[in-house]
């Protein structure tokens, strides 16, 4: 009935309430989209790291300033936090450091190493976050919502607009939906599991838990292995948040449960022959048993017809179902006192087996056989013995119940039948949003019996029918069959009702005449259209709009203090006086400005911005590195040929000032002021 959920996967906002408001809030978007949205993150994480590492420079290189005299070492320290944006690159050149200055210096290993590794750990730290940083699309989960213009429950025409080829069409719908259950029931409710294909619905599987001793559902003279004996199947409390996907706060989300009980019955005493004497029947002369579990409106007083010359006409399973709804009052099938219930639905199953043969003796109660079979074996003097059914047909019998919740109260609905249960539900006090979703779920019920399961596939709803061959079973049938079979049938109930609730949601693919689509017609049905949870397919990516959010809103910060932290501080300084040598210190050190010093220095250029962002020079100036430079000292205060014969133990001390007449301040920094 639905359309392929991925077809319908919203790209936008929304939240998920399975973590609140603010955890939540979640933005989806194509796998296009995604990709380029993570690829963004993890280069504004990475600017974010250079913007943190800048301020640590800035932090380090204005405690560090000082008026005293410090070594080259302090003072190249001080260039590269000025300088170097680059946690990667200033971790490099504090390496450099210590190798150039390890003759020349005082313990440069241990005064540079620790801002290498400084570096180096912004590096580490940021360059992992970003990577990380696509952790936010788990921080979403894996979820999605689905949007459908077709959202809503169909259904047949009302009145004289039923027809038998609307009905016709409707239970084609059913058996649509229903063996599709039962494909997603056996691929996805077993030990081996396909993952593609369980990953669609809001969990993978609805569990239930058994009671392989529960009392006999019916009078307890009919079960067939007595009065507490019968197979319990509970599915617990069904969240429709969190199990179903319908997305809702808390307050706003109900429970459902469902309870099935099934036993084998008797068929002694309920079955008896009947000989077709009328000539113009076509069965003239044959041998029926009919089972008299309750008449068929209409039609007959028994149940059902069996014809014993079926056991040879190589026929293989035949599997009968009926089904009496609690409160009906135009039921097709009235069971018997026995097997009546007022509080839920029966369903009575009749098989029979043919001529299927076992190659073992069967204790099964639904599928005894151990009546031997003599047949001849090709080639050989010996027969093959094959044991057949004991019985023409055994009976099976299940009662389904359902019941609702409230978790803001936790007041339930009594267990019963599926057209009673509406009548208890407003004992639950429900608010808007809830009986909304109560509605939504109870109009699935019908299709959640037992009966549902089986009626419209027949002896193909039987696991005992996929491994026959040639009307032989070649699989060796354990004692309690009936259990894995009914099993099976609930199996199927669980998948349906994971089906229809978000077939809901998508609207069906096609719809046949006769037959309606009832749309929302209340906000709150239309808001229920546009919650509907999956398990977000490939093709899409769901992000957290928090993490993002924190992403993005740390790293402009980052961002935004270090373009202005300097500036802001560096007004301060100045507007006040306070330590306003950091301030100059901070500029005179910037790459530009110390190019400044060495070109002014050395009389090249009138130069003018000396606390500026950038100096400059006049128009039209032009200048460059001299000719005759000392290639193993570069210099651009003189020429190599004019100071050949000039003998110094300090070149420096002839600072490039010196053409000025101004002298240096040099002192020998000992290891009380190398800091």
Known sequence: MSQTAGSYIYTGPWINWSHGLVLGSTITLSERDGGLLTAFLAIFVSAAGVAFWRLTSYALHQYRASQDPRDGLHHQQQAIFRNNGSPGGAAYQFIQLVWYWRKN???????????????????????????????????????????????????????????KQSQAAFNSLDLNDTLSATTYSRACYSNTQNVLQCNQYAVQDLPWKVNQNASCPFSPGIC??????????????????HDLGINAPQSERVQYRKVTTCSPIHTKGYATEFNDTTPTDLAYGDTFERLFYGPIVGVSNYSYAYNTHELVDNNGYYLESLESYAGAADDTWLPIPELNRTDADVSIFLLAQNSILYQEPVTDPFFAATTPYALPSVGQATNITYYQADEFVNALACTDQHQFCNPNTKECTPLTGS??????????????????????????????????????RGANALRAFETVDDNTQIAILPNNQWMTEVSNWFAVSMAKLQQRV????????????????????????????????????????????????????????????????????????????????????????????????????????????????????????????????????????????????????????????????IAYNIQDVGTENRY
């Open 419 to 456: 057209l009673l249960i509406p009548k208890e539900v407003p004992s639950l006090k429900l608010n808007n949003a809830q009986f909304t979703t109560t509605i939504r779920l109870e109009y699935s019920l019908l299709f959640l019996n037992t009966y549902a399961s089986v009626h419209s």
């Open 224 to 241: 067939l292995l007595g009065a507490t004996a019968a197979y319990e199947m509970d599915s617990g409390l069904i969240d429709s948040h």
């Open 502 to 661: 978000v077939s809901y949601a998508t609207g069906p693919a096609w719809i046949p005449d006769g037959v309606v689509l009832s749309g929302p017609i209340n906000d709150m049905e239309k808001r229920m259209c546009r919650n509907q949870k999956v398990r977000t397919p490939s093709g899409t990516t769901s992000f957290s709009v928090l993490g993002v959010a924190i992403i993005l809103l740390v790293g402009a910060l980052l961002v935004i203090t270090n373009l202005t932290l300097d500036i802001i501080i560096g007004f301060w300084r100045k507007r006040f006086q306070k330590n306003d040598y950091k301030r100059l210190q901070w500029i005179l050190d910037d790459k530009l400005q110390l190019q400044r010093l060495a070109y002014e220095e050395a009389g090249q250029g009138q130069w003018s911005g000396g606390t500026d962002a950038v100096p400059v020079t006049r128009m039209g100036e032009a200048f460059g590195m001299p000719h005759g430079v000392d290639p193993m000292h570069p210099r651009l205060s003189q020429a190599w040929g004019q100071t050949q014969g000039v003998t110094t133990a300090a070149p420096e001390a002839q600072g490039l000032m010196s053409q000025k007449g």
């Open 105 to 163: 210096a005082v313990k440069p290993l241990m005064r540079s190493l620790p801002f290498a590794l400084l570096a180096f750990m912004n590096l580490i730290l940021f360059g992992v976050a970003g990577i990380f940083s696509s952790e936010v699309t788990k921080a979403a989960g894996n979820e999605t919502v689905i949007r459908s213009s077709s959202c809503g429950q169909l259904g047949l025409s009302s009145g004289l607009d039923v027809t």
